[in-house]
């Protein structure tokens, strides 16, 4: 079996995150041309209704990830990083395409929402394990006392998504009339994103397996994986609240803010698409500059501070917004949501690669995951729609935004009284949860 070699760190980390930006790509473009989709395949007579039927649809794809966490996780722990990187991307492509080319409900009828949803769960199964898969790989290859560095990198080609898909739709927002956009113009971003796939494939087909996995003499079968997690489950259901807070903070300044600019702040495409740019440049800053600060003082440091932080000022910084809403207001108050975001996420993926059990790294830090990126952050979207349509309060995301700082604070409370874990000091190991398989 194949080891990774130390000679060339950055083109590994680029190969295995590859799969990320496609996912993340895709996810942003469906928020930000949400209205567009809603109109081409859900046209029930109510832009209310019908938005509201896209962010199901969007939502829906995330209660796949815990299926994809538990079966393609644990096949991933049997097989190796590698191959399970490569099934994942598959998958993936495959809801992308699918969405970019299903002709419109004018076209097709009840088939073109039916198929759209198809395309939606086909990537959330993928998805499930997509970053847990990223996420150890990079864990298990870092090098000693750097681990919050590397792992941090898994975000933040998430960022690098974010940031290319708002070029593309400012350039298209540029050449395009808005009726063109409209019609057939949003489609385009999705046909980049199949374009690109080809070139995802082949980098990440040269991968090799990590020298951890490679040394580890026994590998889970699915029964196993159960059992392990069954015993574990505390670390799960706390790992999915620690998450909580990164998946409600990313998908409102990520993929919520380009409708948000537009449909409550009155803001034009161009402005939202500036802001957004900015966000995903914030995010791709703070990320490892933040793991890599994990990497000296700690996880929990950094995860207390920052929770509590968006617990307390998630609302107001809304609030003050809504109340001047302007595009310079607004890319400082995502600017301060970002930093939030990234400080607490670059410390907090790497920390809970090192409180699951070794031997079910990848299943139970992607059903922890993908727990809480279907309960609580892939309905973001939905949950601040319906918000401001219930409470006729146009900063009330941010009720939503400070329940995730709870969630975050909570677990980061309860994982670092029951288990003391720490960065791995150099040439060692971080230190075990309680409970192992």
């Given at each position: ?19 990320n ?13 949400a ?44 097989i190796?990083?590698r ?7 598959t ?38 394990v ?75 087909r ?9 040394q ?23 790992g ?59 996880r ?8 509590a ?13 809504t ?7 607004m ?12 400080s ?8 809970l690669?090192?409180v699951?059990?070794r ?9 922890a ?33 400070a ?35």
């Amino acid at each position: 079996m194949n080891v990774t070699p130390s000679r060339s760190k950055i083109a590994t980390v680029l190969r295995v995150t590859s799969g990320n930006f496609l996912e993340m790509f895709d996810f942003f473009l469906f928020g930000f041309y949400a209205t567009h989709i809603s109109r081409a395949f859900f046209p029930v007579g109510s832009d209310f209704a019908a938005l509201m039927l896209t962010f199901m649809t969007f939502g829906a794809g995330f209660l796949m990830r815990p299926l994809g966490a538990i079966f393609l996780g644990a096949y991933v722990d049997r097989i190796g990083r590698r191959k399970g990187l490569i099934v994942t991307l598959t998958i993936m492509a495959t809801g992308t395409i699918l969405i970019a080319f299903v002709p419109s409900y004018a076209t097709i009828g009840l088939l073109a929402p039916l198929l759209v949803l198809s395309g939606r769960l086909l990537q959330g199964f993928s998805a499930g394990v997509e970053l847990g898969g990223v996420s150890v790989y990079l864990a298990e290859m870092a090098t000693p006392g750097n681990k919050g560095f590397y792992v941090s990198w898994q975000s933040g080609s998430q960022q690098v998504a974010i940031m290319v898909a708002a070029v593309i739709g400012f350039t298209l927002n540029s050449v395009f009339l808005p009726a063109q956009m409209a019609d057939w113009g949003w489609r385009v971003p999705f046909f980049i994103g199949c374009a690109i796939v080809p070139f995802l494939f082949y980098i990440r087909r040269s991968l090799e397996e990590t020298r951890e996995f490679a040394q580890q003499t026994h590998h889970p079968s699915l029964s196993e994986v159960f059992s392990t997690l069954g015993r574990n489950w505390e670390i799960v259901v706390l790992g999915m609240l620690l998450v909580g807070m990164t998946t409600v903070a990313f998908y409102t300044i990520t993929v919520y803010t380009p409708t948000f600019g537009k449909s409550v702040l009155k803001l034009s495409d161009t402005d939202s698409l500036l802001v957004t740019f900015c966000v995903g440049l914030s995010n791709f800053f703070w990320l490892p500059v933040m793991g890599a600060v994990s990497d000296r003082v700690g996880r929990k440091p950094l995860l207390l501070a920052f929770s509590a932080l968006t617990l307390v000022t998630a609302y107001p910084v809304l609030a003050w917004l809504t109340s001047r809403p302007s595009f310079g207001n607004m890319l400082m108050v995502l600017l301060w949501l970002s930093f939030l975001y990234g400080s607490y996420n670059g410390a907090m993926v790497v920390a809970l690669t090192e409180v699951v059990p070794r031997t079910v790294r990848t299943a139970g830090f992607s059903l922890a995951y993908s727990l809480a990126t279907a309960l609580l952050g892939g309905f973001t979207p939905l949950v601040s729609t319906w918000l401001i349509e219930a409470t006729g309060n146009r900063a009330a995301p941010g009720f939503w935004l400070a329940f995730g700082g709870a969630c975050g604070l909570l677990a980061t409370l309860l994982i670092y009284r029951e288990r003391a874990v720490r960065p791995a000091p150099a040439g060692g190991s971080p230190a075990s949860p309680r409970r192992q398989a």
